[in-house]
């Protein structure tokens, strides 16, 4: 079936260090989304990806999407204790309204 | 604040009972996507609602069914529960059935004993 590998699972920075998550899928991609997840919250909509090898930057953060369209990754530069919390991909297949598969998630966390 | 609430925070029950989750969509959104979430997981997509019909499902049994209200509210509805659908329930609000951007709401955390 359709699947979003992500990885790590678990990064553990020191304040000022980089961060980077990935996501993979076998088949191609509509579309994928990112979202954030802080402690005991609840996903937060961060941005979506549609074009091949489309990159776009927020402050900080910085994401790809492949050229074939199969995998994207997030990257934080010099992270900071706000960064803290579950990074998460979710790739739509089957065309704008397929449904969204998520990946298992990054859970960042940044040492002061 | 996403503006998207649901109802209640936390529940208890038992294997075997009903539940129904409720789900307050932003001021203007016409579609509802519920998802469950297991401790250390990503969401997972249960079924979405668009204008009172259901619009896409996930791999989840029939037990889980849902509605959606005129006013574009939403409930979730598990019937025979099992100890395995311990998790959050997350509902999420959107413009439009492509959801680009969805606004999630703080989630129900249900555990079954």
């Known amino acids: 079936g359709q699947q979003v590998m992500q990885i790590p699972q678990y990064q553990h920075v020191q304040e000022g260090e980089d961060f980077t998550t990935y996501c993979n899928s076998s088949?191609?991609?509509?579309?994928i989304q990112w979202y954030k997840q802080r402690p005991g919250g609840h996903p937060v909509f961060l941005i979506q990806?549609?074009?091949?090898?489309e990159v776009k930057k927020q402050k900080r953060l910085t994401f790809q999407f492949g050229e074939a369209k199969k995998n994207s990754s997030l990257h934080i530069t010099a992270t900071q204790t706000t960064d803290v919390g579950t990074y998460f991909c979710a790739g739509r297949y089957g065309g704008s309204q397929g449904n969204l598969i998520f990946g298992k998630g990054t859970k960042l966390s940044v040492k002061p | 604040e996403t503006g998207v609430t649901q109802s209640p925070t936390h529940l208890i029950k038992t294997r075997g009972q009903q539940v129904t989750l409720r789900c307050s969509s932003q001021?203007?959104?016409?579609?509802v996507s519920w998802y469950q979430q297991a401790l250390g997981q990503g969401p997972q997509f249960i079924f979405q609602?668009?204008?009172?019909?259901?619009?896409g499902r996930g791999n989840f049994p029939p037990r889980f069914s849902g509605l959606q209200f005129p006013n574009y509210s939403s409930e979730l509805n598990v019937n025979a529960l099992e100890l395995d659908d311990s998790a959050l329930y997350l509902c999420?609000?959107?413009?439009?059935?492509?959801?680009?951007?969805?606004?999630f709401g703080p989630g129900t955390r249900l555990l079954v004993l």
């Open positions: 990806l549609v074009k091949s090898g």
């Open positions: 609602y668009y204008r009172e019909e259901e619009n």
């Open positions: 088949t191609t991609l509509s579309n």
């Open positions: 999420a609000s959107s413009l439009n059935p492509a959801r680009e951007t969805q606004y």
């Open positions: 001021s203007g959104h016409n579609t």
